[in-house]
């Protein structure tokens, strides 16, 4: 009976902490939703820059733009732009109700002086920036992939 009693209170406290568990990859605040921020694992010749791809949903009524963005691991954060060669941007629009793609093949962040080499499963906390929503603190997970090849 006392057995029944604690299996029972632990299927109550695992069900309850499984939808936390499931959203500790998004993050949100002010209308704006982050979404499934990585980072690809360094290689021994990557060990001072890497770059940082999520998505950012903008699901207030009122635009808004990324200004920046900060990271422990790292000595400086900068947004780049797409393009062959990348340079750094002030700012990124993110129109109301639409989402902003840092990826690869778009705008992403880009993390120099990085402390010490990302490994896969590595956390790291990144501050972003926003004109009008303020601060929103991510949780960055160091994934097994190349920004071309990531698949979700």
């Given at each position: 009976?006392?057995?029944?009693?604690?299996?029972?209170?632990?299927?109550?406290?695992?069900?309850?902490?499984?939808?936390?568990?499931?959203?500790?990859?998004?993050?949100?605040?002010?209308?704006?939703?982050?979404?499934?921020?990585?980072a690809?694992?360094?290689?021994?010749?990557?060990?001072?820059?890497?770059?940082?791809?999520?998505?950012?949903k903008?699901?207030?009524?009122?635009?808004?733009?990324?200004?920046?963005?900060?990271?422990?691991?790292?000595?400086?954060?900068?947004?780049?732009?797409?393009?062959?060669?990348?340079?750094?941007?002030?700012?990124?629009?993110?129109?109301?109700?639409?989402?902003?793609?840092?990826?690869?093949?778009?705008?992403?962040?880009?993390?120099?002086?990085?402390?010490?080499r990302?490994q896969?499963?590595d956390?790291?906390?990144?501050?972003l920036?926003?004109?009008?929503?303020?601060?929103?603190?991510?949780?960055?997970?160091?994934?097994?992939?190349?920004?071309?090849?990531?698949?979700?």
């Amino acid at each position: 009976m006392k057995m029944t009693k604690i299996t029972a209170r632990l299927l109550f406290v695992a069900a309850a902490v499984a939808p936390l568990a499931a959203m500790a990859h998004d993050h949100g605040a002010k209308g704006i939703e982050v979404v499934h921020a990585w980072a690809p694992a360094m290689s021994e010749a990557d060990t001072k820059s890497t770059a940082v791809y999520m998505t950012i949903k903008n699901r207030s009524g009122a635009g808004d733009r990324l200004i920046g963005a900060r990271a422990r691991v790292a000595s400086k954060v900068e947004i780049h732009e797409p393009n062959k060669v990348s340079k750094s941007v002030a700012a990124v629009p993110i129109d109301a109700g639409k989402d902003l793609e840092l990826s690869s093949t778009g705008h992403y962040l880009l993390l120099t002086g990085v402390n010490s080499r990302l490994q896969v499963r590595d956390r790291f906390k990144t501050a972003l920036e926003f004109e009008r929503a303020g601060r929103v603190v991510v949780d960055v997970i160091v994934e097994d992939a190349a920004p071309a090849q990531h698949r979700h």
